[in-house]
Nanobody, 114 residues
Framework: VQLQASGGGLVQAGGSLRLSCTASGNIVSINAMAWYRQAPGKQREFVAG???????NYVDSVKGRFTAARDNGKNTVYLQMNSLKPEDTAVYYC?????????WGQGTQVTVSS
């Protein structure tokens, strides 16, 4: 089973996107979840985490701009990204906390133009 991230696209700096992450079954609803991103030539990095109860934490570079949320009834987590910057350009992934190798999906590409 892979987690499917969607909602990426091309946006101008200052714009917004909302990413979604879901999977078959109840993988998302029963786990703490996290968003990660990987820019070209860089390692994958943690972006945001959300507990089952909805408590969130973020990497400093996105604090105040990104918001993680979840709908356990829909087995889906979201990442609302506002005030996007060119340095946010990356492939965005979701996974459980702790990560499981088999859950890494293809991710969704976010490209922010200046």
């Amino acid at each position: 089973v892979q987690l499917q991230a969607s909602g990426g696209g091309l946006v101008q700096a200052g714009g917004s996107l909302r990413l979604s992450c879901t999977a078959s079954g109840n993988i998302v609803s029963i786990n703490a979840m996290a968003w990660y991103r990987q820019a070209p030539g860089k390692q994958r990095e943690f972006v945001a985490g959300i507990t089952r109860g909805g408590t969130t934490n973020y990497v400093d570079s996105v604090k105040g701009r990104f918001t993680a949320a979840r709908d356990n009834g829909k087995n889906t987590v979201y990442l609302q990204m506002n005030s996007l910057k060119p340095e946010d350009t990356a492939v965005y992934y979701c996974n459980t906390i702790p990560n499981r190798a088999e859950y890494w999906g293809q991710g969704t590409q976010v490209t922010v133009s200046s």
